[in-house]
Each structure stands twice: as C-alpha cells, then as structure tokens.
C-alpha cells in the first residue's frame, strides 16, 4: 500500500535552497550518490566481515546506467539497502534551522558540502525533475521500497517488487540539465569525480576499434583504481611507479624533479604523494595542480587554505579525512587540524629536500634550475621552511658550479671582503648582456653569481637578512674597484666649476626622459671612459616593486642612472681639456663634440641604451670616423 507525505523540513522548502546554493556547482550531485553507494557497499563488506551477513554477498561494484533517449541515469549498488523506517528516517527527515540562516552560515562555500550535512541524495533534484529509489534491505524479512519525488515536498512511498540487496537511484533529467544525458559528460564526470573509489564503478562496457569504429566489448568498463598509489606502502614502490602515476595525473606534464609519499595516522589522518614539476618561470601556470580527496573522492583542486602558498606549486594527491570541508575559507584558516596538516607537509617537503642534498647532491644540482623558483618562493613566503632551507638552498655561479650558501660564504670571503669586514656576494642576472663586468670581476679574482630567477631581487633582500656582515652587489651597478673596496679611494678633486660642466657636458648627449648623476672617477688609463651603471638600491627596489613586493612608488619613478666619468682616460683629459671657459658655451661644445659624443654612446650601446635615431646617428658617425682614420 503506497503512502504519501511530505518531507520533513523544519524550513519553508528545502529544494530551492539547495538549487539556489549550489548552483554553480550541479555537477557535483553524481560524485555524492556514487559516494552514497560507496559508502553501503563497505557497510556491507563491514556486516559480511563482522559475521552478521552470512549469505552470498555477489557483486560489490556500484554500476552507472544512462539512457540517452529516456533522459535517465540510474545509480545501481549492491549494498546494505534500506527498509521502509529508514528510507523515513533518512530521506524523508530533513532537519534545518531555516534556508536562511543555512546560507548565510556556508555563503564562501564553494564545493563538497552537501553530503557533509545529509544532503548528498538531494544534489540529485539540482539536475533532476524527478527521483525514484528503489531499495532492499540485507535484513532478513525487509521488503522492497520504492520512493517518488518529483523535487517538491510531496513524495509517495510504496512497496516494490525489487529481489536483489541494495539500492537503485534513478534521475529522471530535467531538460535544462539535459547535459547530464550525454554519454561523454557523465564519463568525463566519472573520472573528475570517482576515478580512486575504494570500490568499483562500472560504466558501460570497454570499447575496441572495429570494422572502422568504436564498438563494445563484453568487459565492463571499470572507471576507477581501488588502491592507488597514496594508498599503498612506500616500501612496495619504486621510482617508476611513482612516474607512472605522475603521468596519469598530468598526461601532457614534463617529468617530475623529485617526489614526496605522505602517510601519517596521529595526531590527524593523511596520506598522498607529492612531486616537485619543473617550474617555469611564470610562477601562475603551475599553481592549483594538487588534487584534494576525502577517502579517494575527489573534492577540489584548490587547496589554498589547507597548504601553504608556496607548496600550491607543487603537483599531486592530498588525502585526508580530518580536512573540514564543509565550512568557510576563514574557518579553515584558523582551524587547528588544518594548520597541524599544513605544517606536517611543509616539514616533510624541507625533509625530503635536505635528504636530497645530503644523500643525492649531483641529483639536487643537476635539477636545481627548475627547483630554484619554488625553493626560493618557499623561503620567502614561509618562515619555518626558510629557516629549514638556509641549508640546502644552493647558490650557482657563472661557471656553472653549485655551492651551499655557508660553503659559498667560506670559499669567497678570503677575496671578497670589503674595507668595513661585510662579505660581498657579486652576482649577475644576464651573463651575455653583462659580460664586461664579469670578466672585469674575474681579472680581479672574484667570483660571480648567476641570480636570474625573477625572485632574484627579492632573494637577495632575504638573504642580506639571514646572513650576518654580507651583502650583495650587482656586477654591473658600479665600478669593480668600488664594488669591493677594501681601502679609501683617492678620487678626483674636481672645483665646483669643474662639476657643474662635466654634468652639463654629458646630460647635454645622454638621452631624456631619465634621471643621471654624473660623477668623476679614477679607474685608470686603460679603463673605458665613461662607465654607466644603476644603483644597486634603486633597480633592486623597482625590480621588487615590478612583482608587487610594496615598493610602487620606486617603480613610478623615473630610471636613475649613475655616470662615471674616468679621468685618467687620455681621451676624457683631451675633451676637458678643449672645453671652453665660458659657463653658457659648455652645452653647444658638447653636442657639437663627436668624441664626447661617441665615447657616450659606446656607453650607451654597451648598456642596451641607444636605440632608434641615436642608434641611426652613431652608425653613421662611427662609419665616418673609420673612414676617417683609413681613407684620409
């Protein structure tokens, strides 16, 4: 005998609250009934194991049925079913304080709430016009259910003549959500969603190339791996399979560097598997690839809250049922598992890279150009991970060596300590477009790191931090013999007069629009004559302020550049020496000068500075001045 009645909720209608709510996130109804019958098919194996069900237990798979025509889909298990009292009970008993409040308790929700809070059977009416369950409990003497909705409160219950233990779920699409009625979506759905369950989901049967086309076979199409990786022990593992998954995950990816097995049981339950991706230099495109499972359902893809920021660039599975899912991004931040699981992670991934630099340094080394910006990222962004990094973060020079920052220290403060005790740490970010000033370092015996990460100019701020009396010096940002001092330099006494005219002479045929200080300098005869630089200070703030390091009012500013003019050069003693005495002739002298003018622009061009007509007119006076010097 059938009955109706309406589904208890203590609001006005619960239906429009789930739509309402989730309704950018519909998709999600399949990944909570296939959970639904995951969860009574253990319960099943649970009572068979216990001894409490001694009968034949059958096929323990959750089986997907769409029919394409009809507009149905059906969810098919062998579980523990359900008797009329608890289809009562669990279906029709809904308790809510009242829509309202319930949305605004879980508005910056954004997935896996429903099943959390007893609704994952009611995500079907997001898709659906109608939902029946046909049920059967294992209990000796229960009789078949059948329960109707048509996505109102009304419902009706009746007997049914189902035979077989557990439970059938049919969704009777609606034609809005007809999406939900196509082959391919609920396949790519199935693998988003269910491709670790714990038991097997059947879709269909597998298909092979026949006769010029796809057809199927008599195999069912099992869509998931009920033991992945994660879920395994670490010692029955090796290096391969752990690129075998890798690759399963991320098809199109390069090979990982190096990978992490999480698994830990107290104070919190956690397992997963780590990899460190070779990072390319757009920090953005290798972020939110870390794939967050509850129990191998798959939940998200941003893990934001529960990792910190740094470790977003990694790839891989986290799995955890102690992750509350079913609260606000501001809950998660202060919740006390979440911050023990974050952590966790962030100690095993400086354990396992210390490892690597104790037990595998040539593996660090050799990979170290595409682990630099996520290490370097870490140290910046994390204060513990930093701390823990001091150790084996690795400095690589010129030539292509590696170094310990410690050992780096030790090996170069015999040459490369200053006049006021500080270690200098010269460094480079171009070795082509700075060739000069490197090799004028290495003349002197110094040398020169290559920090050409785009973190670089933050990093080198952190690390004049961590590290007592050393500084860093861009090779380029001034004189090599002002770099490192190590004594007073004698420099050259120029009048007040003598200033003012040399300033004038050089803005008079250096490019506008930026900003130059021009200062005389003694760098010997054989040295260039004019050497332009940028202040360390100034371009490493605007680099900083360019990466949104807080700065912005250095980036703003107008490009300042040091001018050093060298007297003991003969060419710069002639041009001084020619120059009038006249204050208001000194600026027509020098653009009418196509010495002053030429030695300029060799600084200029040596700088990636001369561009466009000034490029144009140095081509055509240098091709006079050797046509000069061979024809005449």
Not at 57 to 65: D, M, N, W
Not at 152 to 174: F, H, N, W
Not at 205 to 231: H, S
Request: glycine residues 4%; charged residues 30%; aromatic residues 10%.
């Amino acid at each position: 005998m059938a009955t109706n009645g309406k589904i208890g909720v203590t609001t006005e209608n619960i239906f429009p609250v789930i739509k309402k709510f989730l309704y950018s996130d519909h998709e999600i109804f399949l990944r909570e009934l296939v959970a639904n019958a995951v969860d009574a098919t253990q319960k099943m194996k649970a009572l068979a194991a216990s001894g409490e069900y001694n009968a034949e237990l059958g096929e323990l798979a959750i089986r997907i049925e769409l029919d394409e025509a009809a507009k149905t889909l059906k969810i098919v298990d062998n579980g523990i079913g359900m008797t009329a009292e608890e289809v009562d009970k669990y279906i029709n008993q809904i308790a809510f304080s009242s829509a309202g409040e319930f949305l605004e308790k879980y508005k910056d929700q954004l997935t896996s709430i429903i099943g959390h809070f007893g609704l994952g059977f009611y995500s079907a009416f997001m898709v659906a016009e109608k939902v029946t369950i046909e049920t059967l409990s294992w209990k000796d003497g229960a009789k078949a259910v059948k329960w109707t909705c048509d996505g109102s409160p009304e419902y009706q219950m009746e007997e049914c003549e189902k035979v077989d233990r557990g439970t059938v779920i049919t969704l009777y699409i609606a034609e809005d959500e007809k999406e939900f009625a196509q082959k391919n979506r609920i396949s790519s759905l199935l693998n988003k969603y269910c491709k670790f369950m714990p038991v097997p989901v059947i879709f269909g049967k597998e298909q092979e190339w026949k006769d010029g086309k796809y057809v199927d076979t008599d195999k069912d199409n099992v869509i998931n791996k009920i033991e992945p990786l994660w879920a395994r022990k670490p010692a029955d593992l090796k290096d391969e399979d752990y690129k075998e998954f890798y690759k399963a995950l991320y098809p199109m990816a390069d090979e990982p560097l190096f990978h992490i097995h999480l698994n830990v049981d107290y104070p919190f339950n956690l397992t997963g598997i780590l990899y460190f991706p070779k990072i390319k230099n757009n920090v953005e495109i290798s972020r939110n690839k870390i794939q967050l499972y509850c129990n191998q359902m798959f939940v998200t893809d941003s893990v934001d809250n529960i990792v910190p920021d740094f470790l977003t660039l990694l790839h891989g599975v986290i799995d955890s049922p102690d992750i509350p899912l079913n609260v606000s991004r501001s809950y998660l931040q202060s919740d006390s598992n979440v911050k023990k699981i974050s952590t966790y992670i962030t100690k095993k991934v400086a354990d396992r890279l210390d490892e690597i630099f104790r037990n595998e340094r040539a593996q660090l080394e050799e990979k170290w150009d595409n682990l630099k910006l996520f290490i370097e990222f870490g140290m910046l962004s994390d204060d513990k991970f930093c701390d823990r990094a001091m150790k084996f973060c690795l400095l690589k020079n010129t030539e292509n060596k590696y170094f310990s920052i410690e050992d780096y220290k030790k090996a170069i403060e015999g040459s490369q300590t200053d006049k006021d005790k500080k270690v200098v740490f010269l460094y480079a970010t171009d070795t082509e477009a700075q060739y000069s000033f490197i090799e004028a370092a290495k003349n002197k015996g110094y040398d020169v790191l290559l920090m050409d990460c785009h973190l670089d100019s933050h990093f080198v701020n952190l690390l004049e931090a961590k590290l007592e009396n050393v500084r860093f010096a861009r090779v380029d940002s001034d004189s090599i013999d002002n770099l490192i001092p190590t004594e007073d330099k004698i420099r050259p006494e120029l009048s007040e007069s003598d200033q003012e005219d040399l300033t004038t002479m050089f803005k008079a045929v250096l490019p506008a629009g930026n900003e130059y200080n021009v200062h005389a300098d003694n760098l010997g005869a054989d040295a260039a004559p004019i050497l332009i630089t940028q202040s360390e200070f100034m371009r490493r703030y605007r680099e900083m302020s360019a990466l949104g390091g807080g700065m912005n009012f250095y980036g703003e500013m107008p490009e300042m550049y040091n001018i050093t003019v060298n007297m003991e050069n003969p060419l710069v003693e002639k041009i001084m020496g020619a120059k009038p005495a006249e204050k208001s002739e000194v600026e027509s002298f020098a653009k009418d000068n196509d010495a002053l003018r030429q030695i300029t622009d060799l600084a200029l061009l040596a700088n990636g500075m001369l561009k466009g007509k000034e490029l144009s007119d140095f081509i055509a006076r240098s091709a006079k001045v050797v046509e000069n010097a061979y024809l005449k």
